[in-house]
Nanobody
Framework: QVQLVESGGGLVQPGGSLRLSCAAS????????MGWYRQAPGKQRELVAS???????NYAVSVKGRFTISRDNAENTVYLQMNSLKLDDTAVYYC??????????WGKGTLVTVSS
């Protein structure tokens, strides 16, 4: 079993920044895929950024150049640095992990509200 706990969400003005954290615990092995998704009200959950099993980074077009995903392997933590936030970035952000065995885990989410 894997547990994912997100933190760092909150209220921010347009143009501001936030840093999300996702701490993973449990049966974590190498070869997993970790990333961030988001779901805005009335919309489907979408990929924001992720690490592949090989370590390459992938970003949604809408956040490329503004968001940066990073991780601390020693702490089993993945981060999402979000800069130049826009109103459209308002959503619940979820941490996601796909194990080397193909099992998908989700955190409970953290709310990011961009508003003036």
């Amino acid at each position: 079993q894997v547990q994912l706990v997100e933190s760092g969400g909150g209220l921010v003005q347009p143009g501001g920044s936030l840093r999300l954290s996702c701490a993973a615990s449990g049966s974590i092995f190498s070869g997993n895929i970790m990333g961030w998704y988001r779901q805005a009200p009335g919309k489907q959950r979408e990929l924001v950024a992720s690490f592949s099993s090989g370590g390459s980074k992938n970003y949604a077009v809408s956040v490329k150049g503004r968001f940066t995903i990073s991780r601390d392997n020693a702490e089993n933590t993945v981060y999402l640095q979000m800069n130049s936030l826009k109103l459209d970035d308002t959503a619940v952000y979820y941490c996601n992990l796909i194990s080397r065995y193909g099992i998908t885990y989700w955190g409970k989410g953290t709310l990011v509200t961009v508003s003036s």
